[in-house]
DNA sequence: AGACCCCTGCTG
DNA sequence: CAGCAGGGGTCT
């Protein structure tokens, strides 16, 4: 579920409940969700920074060493903060947090999410934050994104969902920059010339900052770390729609499969 | 690039 | 009942 700009807003929504708070008790409910050290080790220690890596949120908590609580969401992974005296969620609870101000509860459906107790320090090294580069960052430049698509024969979209290439964009971002950028999913990805590099490289910068202003994209699962859903899900182009008019040409947006992954884009569009 | 795996729930 | 769902991993 959780792409980069609704990772980026459950950030933006936890930090102030969580930022200078001491963690009072840790529970863990699902033991298999938990990886790295001791969650124990987390009591006592206060909320020092919130950061995003790609579709990854760092905690950043203080101690000697200091250490950092690292959360991918999955599919259908949610971490909201509730204040004392809210409707506490019941299904699918696996992890509680306590702290002063209220609770912070990990929820997770399907459980292809993770929470992981990691050592400060030099984090992006571990293995499992070793990402491509960010998007939205200033030198994301049709430069950078050319170097990453020249010489691959695969498909466009596939080296997009690449994390180890490019970090944060997932199946319904991809799908949308593609279609803004009027490229089609399945060509190669060395093989687009260097306009469509460029375009494609503000597409992908325009739908992120578009979708982190409306909160992100809720179709059933997803909400903020308050609880509330994204509303991006209306300005999407062709995600979703197969069937349905393009915005640009009104011919029926259609779906293939990728990767074992539904695609939509425009026949007619997307070249 | 594809198949299969992880897991639960919803839809047709 | 089968098929599908925003994540990723591993193995051909």
Known sequence: MPELPEVETIRRTLAPHLLGQVVRAVQLLTPSVWRGRDPADLVGRCVTALDRRGKHLLISLDGSPA?????????????????????????????????????????????????????????????????????????????????????????????????????????????????????????????????EVEALRDALREVLEEAISARGTTFSDYRDGEGQPGQFVAHLRVYGREGEACPNCGTPVARERLGGRSTYFCPRCQK
């Open 67 to 195: 250490v950092v609580l690292h959360v991918h969401l999955g599919m259908t992974g949610r971490l909201v903060f509730l204040p004392p005296g809210a409707p506490v969620p019941e299904r699918h609870v696996h992890a509680r947090f306590s702290f002063d101000g209220g609770e912070l509860y990990y929820q997770d459906t399907r459980r292809f999410g993770y929470l992981e107790l990691l050592p400060g320090g030099a984090v992006d090294r571990h293995p499992r934050l070793r990402l491509g580069p960010e998007p939205l960052d200033a030198d994301f430049t049709a430069g950078v994104l050319q170097g990453m698509l020249a010489g691959r024969r695969a498909p466009v979209k596939a080296v997009l969902l690449d994390q180890h290439i490019l970090a944060g964009v997932g199946n319904i971002y991809a799908d949308e920059a593609l279609h803004r950028a009027g490229v089609h999913p399945l060509r190669p990805a060395g093989d687009l010339s260097q306009r």
